[in-house]
């Protein structure tokens, strides 16, 4: 079965310095991988995807995400953080035919003045 | 462009009541999703729509939750006798179509739902 984990439930970071945000993966065959962000009472906002290519993937407000098939990560990161970053953010894979998503458990991140 | 809406945003129930909750999806997007996040279990996969039909309801914790579609269009997921464990944000998504593999879902705000 496809799965995702997040191994940190939070992240503390200093406003302007660089952000990562871990994800590793399990999948069978090609791995389709996703970065979401949830801002407080917000539905989920779709940052980036892996589908194939180029391992560095960039995507909405600055961040990027690297893929590592021989490490099985796809770490969500950014030069430069704000404040307004601070959100919980999940990575994603899509499992099966139908493209249902499997999330990890998250990763809140706080971006401190 | 409108996106994907959910109503209602919150829902206070009582136990053992049924209760309905709506998403509209986004405007030409045949696949449509409801997930379901909780403090204890995550974000969780419930039930997959291609136009009308459901051709994954994996995730459907019970007998009690069911959904169904409409003219390929809105959904409504359905939740019998409530139980205080099914209180949690009910998310819909949509999508072009699920035989895009690169296709990335379109959330809602959710809906919140609280039983007592």
């Known amino acids: 079965a496809q799965s995702v984990a997040q191994p940190e439930d939070q992240v503390n970071v200093a406003e302007g310095n660089p952000l990562t945000v871990k994800c590793t993966y399990s999948v069978s065959g090609n791995p389709y991988l996703f970065w979401y962000v949830q801002y407080p009472n917000r539905g989920l906002q779709f940052l980036l995807k892996y589908i194939t290519g180029d391992n560095l993937v960039k995507g909405s407000y600055g961040f990027e995400a690297e893929f590592n098939k021989s490490q099985t990560s796809f770490h969500l990161k950014k030069p430069s953080a704000l404040v307004s970053d601070s959100a919980l953010y999940f990575c994603?894979?899509?499992?099966?035919?139908?493209?249902?998503?499997?999330f990890g458990a998250g990763t809140r991140l706080a971006v401190h003045p | 462009g409108a996106g994907v809406s959910q109503s209602p945003s919150n829902k206070v129930t009582e136990k053992g009541k049924d209760v309905e909750l709506r998403c509209d999806p986004i405007?030409?997007?045949?696949?449509l999703y409801w997930y379901r996040q909780s403090l204890g279990q995550g974000l969780e996969f419930l039930i997959y729509f291609q136009g009308n039909s459901a051709p994954d309801k994996s995730g459907l914790p019970s007998d009690r939750f069911s959904a169904e579609r409409t003219g390929g269009s809105v959904s409504t997921l359905t939740i019998q006798r409530t139980q205080q464990e099914d209180s949690a944000v009910y998310l819909c998504?949509?999508?072009?179509?699920?035989?895009?593999?690169?296709?990335?879902?379109?959330f809602g705000p959710g809906t919140r739902l609280t039983v007592l």
């Open positions: 405007s030409g997007h045949t696949a």
């Open positions: 998504a949509s999508s072009l179509g699920a035989g895009r593999v690169n296709n990335e879902q379109f």
């Open positions: 994603a894979v899509r499992d099966g035919g139908y493209n249902k998503l499997i």
